[in-house]
């Protein structure tokens, strides 16, 4: 298991994919999931999102979900905040959702064979399916093969961790997330690998980089909850552009941790639809 961060940058095919927009595409696109919407398929354009729904049949006319600027988009259904997305008002609906670099994010992670969608609200969720597929794909055990043998990892088996960040920059709010992912993985994988000491192998420094940040978030800024996880979001850029934009109560919703079991994975290629699993 090799999870990498951050960036679209990387390529080259890997097993999975998990995309990370914390602030707010992937926490939305899993709390419609959790609420019970039957599918979110996103896209990059708004024009490709109400073709989207101007092609399907009348008896399944998908929800237009999103954001420019973090405002919801005219002629909209739903704006980007996790709140909105209620049983009530998305249970059994697909979704449509275009947003500004969460979609794109999605769209450049493309060259994978399983996409997960990660927040807070389901990171020991994507964990234990990171560490399913991984081991999945592995005939003899995910663990072992790459580490008894101390043959360089196979791309077969790697695991990349994309990071939307904001126009193309880098945000602390996703590489905190990716972080924890990396830690909660490396902390199960260890109590299972008695053998070794390191079950996982961070292929780059940006993997390091993303889990050093998340220790000093833990040990230096004492975030152990979802609260003081809610106000270290609101320091960073993305959480800093929803603050301006008058969407700080959605930081609370965001900083959610394990509140959901849901991780929204890809079910079709063109475009990106994702289903619960
Ligand atoms: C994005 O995709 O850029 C974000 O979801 C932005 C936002 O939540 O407003």
């Given amino acids: 298991l090799s999870p990498t961060a ?20 992937t926490t939305v696109a899993t709390t419609a999931i959790a609420a019970g919407a039957r599918s979110v398929t996103t896209c990059l354009g708004i024009d ?22 973090c405002k919801p988009i005219e002629g909209f259904d739903f704006g980007n905040s996790p709140s909105e997305y209620s049983p009530a008002g ?32 389901n990171l020991t969720a994507v964990a234990d ?19 008894v043998s101390c043959q360089p990892p196979s791309t077969s088996g790697r695991v990349r961790i994309v ?35 390191g079950p996982i192998e961070l292929v780059n420094d940006s993997g390091s980089i993303a889990l050093a940040a998340w220790q000093h978030c833990v040990t230096h800024d004492k975030v152990v909850d979802s609260e003081s996880l809610s106000r270290r979001l609101g320091m960073t850029g993305g959480g800093q552009n929803l603050i301006a934009a008058g969407y700080e109560n959605d930081l609370v919703d965001c900083a959610s941790i394990d509140v959901f079991d ?14 619960g699993r």
């Fill in 129 to 147: 399916a990171i560490i399913a597929e991984v081991s999945a794909s592995t005939p003899s055990g995910a663990l072992d093969s790459e580490f």
């Fill in 262 to 275: 849901q991780v929204p994975c890809r079910d079709q290629l063109h475009p990106p639809r994702f289903i």
């Fill in 163 to 197: 990071c939307a960040g904001t126009n193309g920059a880098v945000t602390s709010e996703d590489v905190l997330l990716a972080g924890a992912l990396i830690a909660v993985c490396h902390r199960k994988l260890s109590d299972t690998a008695r053998f070794y000491d």
């Fill in 48 to 69: 490709e999102a109400r073709a989207l729904q101007r092609d399907c049949q009348p008896d399944c006319v998908p929800l237009l979900c999103g954001e420019r600027e």
């Fill in 90 to 121: 998305v249970g059994e609906r697909d979704l449509v959702m275009t947003t500004t670099n969460g979609t794109r994010a999605i769209d450049a992670a493309a060259d994978c064979d399983v996409m997960l969608l990660a927040c807070f609200a």
């Fill in 6 to 25: 951050v960036g679209p940058h990387e390529r080259g095919r890997v097993r999975v994919a998990v995309v990370i927009d914390v602030l707010r595409a």
